[in-house]
């Protein structure tokens, strides 16, 4: 498949067939000016198939996506949903038989008029736990923060009181450890 798209990500379960996430842009490709739609793409049919996430004309979005596979095969996506202007809101959306459940704005404890969220990376452990790394771009000021679900809701920690928007990676360790790395200006 071809598309006028960027931010990609990609997982692949355990039967080998991968899952994309992505941007597509409707108006043109400007990350700042375009409206955004949240396209995921699969193989697992024998064929590519692709459908909308989230087509909530997003504009100026600019911070990706992360797509995960758990122990089932269920696919995730974590994004962003910006408005005309801040705050942006994270969402948290699972594949299903009849497109997506989404859980929005899983961090709304962490509103600041002026902030954006992104970029983002998303890994389960082996009780299949979420585990999400994300900045918050306040303009001069910003942050990372780290959620999870492990406990039934979402809790977050703030991991570097920087803002850090080069790139954000998680992985689990065997024992359930999450370790993350950043990109630093």
């Keep these: 498949f ?10 692949i379960d355990s039967k080998g067939n991968a899952h994309i996430c992505y941007f597509n842009y409707k108006n043109g490709y400007s990350a700042y000016i375009a409206e955004v739609v949240i396209k995921y793409a699969t193989n697992s049919s024998g064929t590519w198939h692709t459908e909308t996430i989230s087509d909530t004309g997003i504009p100026r979005t600019a911070a990706g996506v992360s797509i995960a596979v758990d122990s089932n095969d269920n696919v995730y996506a974590v994004y962003k949903i910006n408005h005309d202007s801040p705050p942006s809101e994270l969402h948290f959306a699972k594949k299903i038989a009849t497109g997506w459940d989404v859980q929005k704005n899983i961090d709304d404890g962490y509103h600041h008029p002026s902030c954006y969220y992104g970029p983002y990376a998303l890994a389960f452990d082996s009780s299949d736990n979420a585990h999400i790394i994300y900045n918050s771009d306040c303009g001069s000021w910003g942050s990372t923060r780290y959620a999870t679900n492990e406990n039934g809701v979402w809790e977050y920690t703030e991991v570097y009181f920087q803002k850090s928007d080069y790139g954000a990676s998680i992985a689990i360790d065997s024992f359930d450890k999450p370790h993350y790395v950043l990109g630093i200006k």
């Design 2 to 11: 071809k598309e006028n798209s960027s931010y990609t990500d990609i997982a």
